[in-house]
């Protein structure tokens, strides 16, 4: 019970956001900015969402808003090279998790390391917060998506119904422990 109630404190009072400032970072020998998301990279990022996603925008302006302006623990994240956000992450801490909303990488960038390097700096974030766990839902359908989650270490934990309001496509529940209970 004292575990669930200190989670539920970080939730709302502890701010450590590992994005203070843009740094540079090295991803397989290419050179590119980590920064924090900010209000300008919404029209960006509903783009790479298109390309991505094969035209459709799951996340809308109003959501990314939502999210970067919560009141919950969050980080959200990019990657850019050449002026241009290639990559993307989301994540928010609800008690002892840490849980991934979004991640994508623009299809000419994919299979770079970049979600890889992401979901890394997340991992980072989550236990620097004191997080127990990573989660994340992904699509069935999404079978490379779920061979680089199982390769960072997440376990399959549940299917959820009808979980893609625009669908109806199930999605695989994953988690990954950081640390013992």
């Given at each position: 019970?004292l ?123 989550a ?51 950081l640390?013992?209970?």
């Amino acid at each position: 019970m004292l575990k669930k109630f200190s989670g539920l404190i970080k939730t709302f009072f502890i701010r450590r956001s590992p994005l203070a400032q843009p740094k540079k970072v090295s991803i397989n020998q290419e050179d590119y900015i980590l920064r924090s998301i900010m209000d300008a990279d919404i029209k960006e990022l509903i783009a790479l969402e298109k390309d991505v996603y094969f035209g459709e925008t799951p996340w809308t302006k109003s959501a990314f808003l939502s999210e970067i302006h919560s009141p919950i623990h969050h980080l959200y994240a990019c990657l850019i090279r050449q002026k241009e956000i290639v990559a993307f992450i989301g994540c928010r801490v609800i008690g002892n998790d840490t849980h991934i909303t979004n991640v994508a990488v623009r299809r000419d960038a994919q299979n770079a390391g970049l979600g890889s390097y992401l979901i890394d700096e997340v991992e980072k974030f989550a236990i620097m917060n004191g997080c127990i766990t990573l989660s994340l839902e992904v699509r069935v359908s999404n079978k490379d998506a779920q061979r680089l989650y199982r390769r960072l270490g997440f376990e399959s934990l549940s299917i959820r119904r009808n979980y893609y309001t625009e669908d109806h496509e199930d999605a695989l529940e994953m988690i990954k422990r950081l640390q013992e209970e």
